[in-house]
C-alpha cells in the first residue's frame, strides 16, 4: 500500500491543506508548531500506529471537541480525505476483501481507494470510502476502514521516545526486536515447541514430588501440578540484539543513543518488507513506515549517511518511508518534489494556520535552509552539493576552474583526459572549505571526493585538511605554480594564452593597480577562459601543468593512467 495524498480541513492546525506524497522516501519539514505531529495524528487515525509495536502504541481517534481548528467558522465540519493506491502483487489481502465488501471485482493490477472522515459537533463520524471510483455504501466503508486500520499498516517510530521494549536478561537490560516470523519459519518453531514442551513436562514431574511433600506440612493441604507454558506459535516473537564491532560483540543497550536509534529504525523497514516478502497470500498487505526525527542522537555526517540509506531501502525494498525531519541531510536530495515543508505564522501572538511551502525550482533547498536553521548566505555554498548526481566528486574552487576541468573530459586534448565519471562542484571559495560540518557533510554524502584550491591558499588549508584525515595527492592538491601571478588555475595555462589576453586587454592589466583590481582580475580570468577555449591545437609540452593534475586526480578516482 500508498499512501499518494492527504487532505485536510479544520483539523487543529491543518485548516486546509493539501499534501501529496512521494511512494518511496519522503520527508516532511518545518519548525516546532508547524503541523508535522497534526500530519501523524491523521496517518495514525487511519492507519493505527502498529500492534506489534509497543513503543508506538498511541492510538488516536478523531474527536471533534479537541481537533476542531479553534478559529475556524462554528458549525462547520472536520473533512480528513486519504487517497491511496494498492498493488494486487503487494496487498492481495486487502484488496480482496474490499471487493468483497464493495460487491465488485476492480480491473488491472492496481486499485485507487479514497477514504474520506467527516466528524461534526451534531453527528457521529461519517466514512466514505470510493474504491476505483465507484463509491461504496456506509456500513461497507465503515467496515474497508476499520479493516484497513486492524491491519496495522503503519509502522511508527518515534526516535524522540526511549520506551522500547526492555528485558532483564544476562545480568543487564537488554533491548529486544519485535521479529516476523514467515509461515514455514512458524511451523518449524511449532515442532520445536511441542519436543520442548514434553520435556518440559517431564522435569515438571520430578519437581512436583519434592514441593508437594514440602506443601504437605501445611494446614491447609495443597496438590502441586507445575504446567509448562502453552506452546505459543505466534507470526512475532521477541529476539535479543548485539551489533558487532570487528571482534568485540555488543548488546545494542550498550551502544550510543544514535546507533541505538538508528539500528531500531533500520529494523524497523526491514519488518515492514519482511511482511511484504514472506507473508501468504491471504494474510499479505504491505505496511509503510513512519518515523519521526530519525536524526536523533546522530552527528550530522551520520545523518546525512542514514538519509541516503533510507532513500535507497525504500526504492529496493518498494516500502513507502515518511520521515519528519528537522534536519537538511535527512531531505531526500535525488528527488527534491518528495520533501514536504510546512510552516506557522505568529500574528498578534496567536498562530494561524499550518500551509504549504513551495520548494520547487533548483533554488528547492533555499526554503528548507530558512526553516531549518541553515544561515542563507551560508547556504549559497551548500546547494552545488544538493545538486549533484554523481558519486565521484571533484571539488573546485569557483565556477571557471569548473569550466577548465569540464574542458579536458569533453574534448579531445594530447593528453590524459579527466574521467566522466566524475562530477566537477565549485564549493564557492576557500573559506568554505574551513567549515569543517561541510566538508564532511560532503566527504559522507558521496563515495568518493577530491578537492582542489588555488596554490596561494596552501598555507591555511594544508593544516586544515589533514585534521579531516584527507592526504596531499591523495584526497587534495593545489593549483598554479608557486610564483608571483601564478598561483592559481591559470597559472597553468599556456604561455601563448597569457600572452595574447595580456597584450589585448592593456586596459584591465592597468587596472589591477587601481581601486578596481579586484573586477579587473576576475575580468582578466574569464578572458583567459575565453582564449583557451577558442584554440584546439595545443602540444602536450603546453598542457604540462594540467596534465599532472589530471593525471593525479584519475589516480584517486581508481583510474589507471594512460
Excluded at 519459519?185 to 514430588?209: F, M, S
Excluded at 588555488?454 to 610564483?483: C, I, T
Excluded at 583567459?528 to 604540462?544: G, H
Aim: proline share 4%.
Amino acid at each position: 500500500m500508498k499512501l499518494i495524498s492527504l487532505t485536510a480541513k479544520n483539523f487543529r492546525s491543518l485548516q486546509n491543506i493539501y499534501l501529496n506524497f512521494s511512494t518511496s522516501y519522503c520527508t516532511i519539514s518545518g519548525k516546532n508548531n508547524a503541523g508535522k505531529s497534526s500530519v501523524i495524528r491523521l496517518l495514525s487515525l487511519l492507519f493505527g500506529t502498529g500492534e506489534n509495536f509497543p513503543w508506538a502504541r498511541d492510538s488516536t481517534s478523531l474527536d471533534y471537541k479537541d481537533d476542531f481548528t479553534q478559529w475556524a467558522g462554528a458549525g462547520e465540519s472536520i473533512e480528513v480525505a486519504y487517497k491511496l493506491e494498492l498493488a494486487r502483487e503487494d496487498d492481495p489481502a486487502l484488496i480482496s476483501f474490499i471487493e468483497k465488501m464493495a460487491s465488485f471485482q476492480a480491473e488491472g493490477s492496481a486499485m485507487c481507494l479514497d477514504i474520506q472522515y467527516l466528524a461534526s459537533n451534531t453527528e457521529d463520524l461519517k466514512v466514505n470510502v470510493v474504491c476505483a471510483g465507484r463509491s461504496v455504501g456506509s456500513k461497507e466503508s465503515k467496515e474497508i476502514s476499520k479493516k484497513i486500520r486492524e491491519s496495522n499498516l503503519l509502522f511508527l517510530y518515534n526516535s524522540t521516545r526511549r520506551d522500547e521494549p526492555m528485558y532483564y536478561s544476562g545480568g543487564g537490560n537488554r533491548r529486544f526486536y519485535d521479529f516476523v516470523m514467515s509461515h514455514e519459519e512458524e511451523k518449524e518453531l511449532e515442532e520445536a515447541g511441542r519436543n520442548v514442551d514434553k520435556k518440559l513436562r517431564r522435569i515438571a514431574k520430578q519437581h512436583t514430588q519434592g514441593l508437594n511433600a514440602i506443601l504437605g506440612r501445611l494446614i491447609e493441604r495443597f496438590d502441586v501440578e507445575f504446567s509448562p507454558p502453552g506452546r505459543y506459535s505466534p507470526r512475532h516473537t521477541t529476539l535479543g540484539i548485539n551489533l558487532r564491532d570487528k571482534h568485540v560483540e555488543v548488546p545494542l543497550s550498550d551502544w550510543g543513543s544514535g546507533t541505538q536509534n538508528r539500528t531500531q529504525i533500520l529494523m524497523s523497514v526491514l519488518q515492514a518488507n519482511r511482511i511484504k516478502t514472506t507473508y501468504s497470500l491471504e494474510d499479505k498487505i504491505t505496511p509503510f513506515v513512519v518515523i519521526e526525527e530519525p536524526e536523533s542522537f546522530l552527528h550530522p555526517s551520520a545523518q546525512s549517511e542514514f538519509g541516503r540509506i533510507l532513500g535507497a531501502l525504500s526504492a529496493e525494498f518498494g516500502v513507502q518511508i515518511i520521515a519528519t525531519t528537522h534536519s537538511p541531510y535527512m531531505l531526500n536530495r535525488e528527488d527534491p518534489g518528495s520533501n514536504i515543508l510546512l510552516c506557522r505564522e505568529s500574528k498578534r501572538g496567536k498562530w494561524s494556520e499550518t500551509r504549504l511551502v513551495n520548494t520547487s525550482g533548483p533554488s528547492w533547498m533555499a526554503p528548507f535552509a530558512e526553516h531549518l536553521g541553515i544561515n542563507l548566505s551560508e547556504f549559497d555554498s551548500w546547494q552545488p552539493f544538493f545538486a549533484a548526481r554523481k558519486s565521484k566528486i571533484l571539488l573546485v574552487e569557483g565556477d571557471l576552474d569548473r569550466q577548465y576541468f569540464e574542458e579536458f573530459q569533453r574534448r579531445k586534448f594530447p593528453i590524459e583526459t579527466l574521467s566522466r565519471e566524475i562530477e566537477v562542484v565549485p564549493y564557492g571559495g576557500k573559506d568554505t572549505l574551513k567549515n569543517t560540518l561541510l566538508v564532511k557533510f560532503v566527504l559522507s554524502k558521496f563515495d568518493r571526493v577530491f578537492i582542489t584550491y588555488d596554490q596561494d591558499a596552501d598555507e591555511e588549508l594544508k593544516k586544515s585538511l589533514p585534521r579531516l584525515g584527507l592526504k596531499v595527492n591523495d584526497d587534495y592538491l593545489p593549483l598554479g605554480e608557486s610564483e608571483p601571478g601564478k598561483d592559481c588555475i591559470e597559472g597553468l595555462l599556456p604561455q601563448r594564452v597569457l600572452a595574447t589576453v595580456m597584450g589585448r586587454e592593456t586596459d584591465l592589466v592597468m587596472k589591477l593597480t587601481s581601486r578596481d583590481r579586484k573586477e579587473a582580475k576576475q575580468q582578466l580570468k574569464n578572458r583567459y577562459l575565453e582564449e583557451f577555449q577558442k584554440n584546439t591545437d595545443y602540444s602536450k609540452d603546453e598542457l604540462k601543468g594540467f596534465e599532472k593534475i589530471i593525471k593525479v586526480i584519475n589516480r584517486s578516482f581508481g583510474k589507471v593512467s594512460a
